[in-house]
T-cell receptor
Framework: AQSVTQLDSHVSVSEGTPVLLRCNYS??????LFWYVQHPNKGLQLLLK??????LVKGINGFEAEFKKSETSFHLTKPSAHMSDAAEYFC??????????????FGTGTQLKVEL | DTGVSQDPRHKITKRGQNVTFRCDPI?????LYWYRQTLGQGPEFLTY????????KSRLLSDRFSAERPKGSFSTLEIQRTEQGDSAMYLC??????????????FGEGSWLTVV
């Protein structure tokens, strides 16, 4: 079975400083990996996805993630945090279902706090 | 273009009552998913439809839970004889049929259920 582990449940940064949210994955084959963000009382929004193309993936709002097979990692980064980035972030692995749909397995989430 | 729509957004019910949630996916998305998210956890997969066919069900979906998508458009998730452990956010999501493992899945804002 595929799984992801988010190494930090809470991360706190100052506005304007870099963000690093860590995620390790476990998969018996080349995985499809995603990062989703969830703002309070809002639905999940896709930040970026890796599907075996370029290992450095750029997403929305200045976020990017690098797929490192040797380290089984897919860490999320952003050069400069903004107050609006405060939210819950989920690392996700996908597996194909019957008929071609996708089952997403979520990590436990990392709560990002951005301070002035 | 509207996103995934869920109704009601919030429901408080007494233990033992039945509740039903409705989901309207993005137009022309033929794949529809239900997930459940409890406080402090990532969403967990419940079930998946392709058009009107329910192709996958999680073991989390007990006999008290039933999901339907009668005409391949909107879907309903019914919980019978609710228990306090059913209190959670129920998320609906949809995706188009494009055939690759990296399909983007779009989530609704969820339906909060509180069982008292």
């Amino acid at each position: 079975a595929q799984s992801v582990t988010q190494l930090d449940s809470h991360v706190s940064v100052s506005e304007g400083t870099p963000v690093l949210l860590r995620c390790n994955y476990s998969s018996s084959y080349s995985p499809s990996l995603f990062w989703y963000v969830q703002h309070p009382n809002k639905g999940l929004q896709l930040l970026l996805k890796y599907t075996s193309a370029a290992t450095l993936v750029k997403g929305i709002n200045g976020f990017e993630a690098e797929f490192k097979k040797s380290e089984t990692s897919f860490h999320l980064t952003k050069p400069s945090a903004h107050m609006s980035d405060a939210a819950e972030y989920f690392c996700v692995v996908s597996e194909v279902l019957t008929g071609g749909g996708n089952k997403l397995t979520f990590g436990t989430g990392t709560q990002l706090k951005v301070e002035l | 273009d509207t996103g995934v729509s869920q109704d009601p957004r919030h429901k408080i019910t007494k233990r033992g009552q039945n509740v039903t949630f409705r989901c309207d996916p993005i137009s022309e998305h033929n794949r529809l998913y239900w997930y459940r998210q409890t406080l402090g956890q990532g969403p967990e997969f419940l079930t998946y439809f392709q058009n009107e066919a329910q192709l996958e069900k999680s073991r989390l979906l007990s006999d008290r839970f039933s999901a339907e998508r009668p005409k391949g458009s909107f879907s309903t998730l019914e919980i019978q004889r609710t228990e306090q452990g059913d209190s959670a956010m129920y998320l609906c999501a949809s995706s188009p049929k494009t055939g690759d493992s990296g399909n983007t899945i779009y989530f609704g804002e969820g339906s909060w259920l509180t069982v008292v």
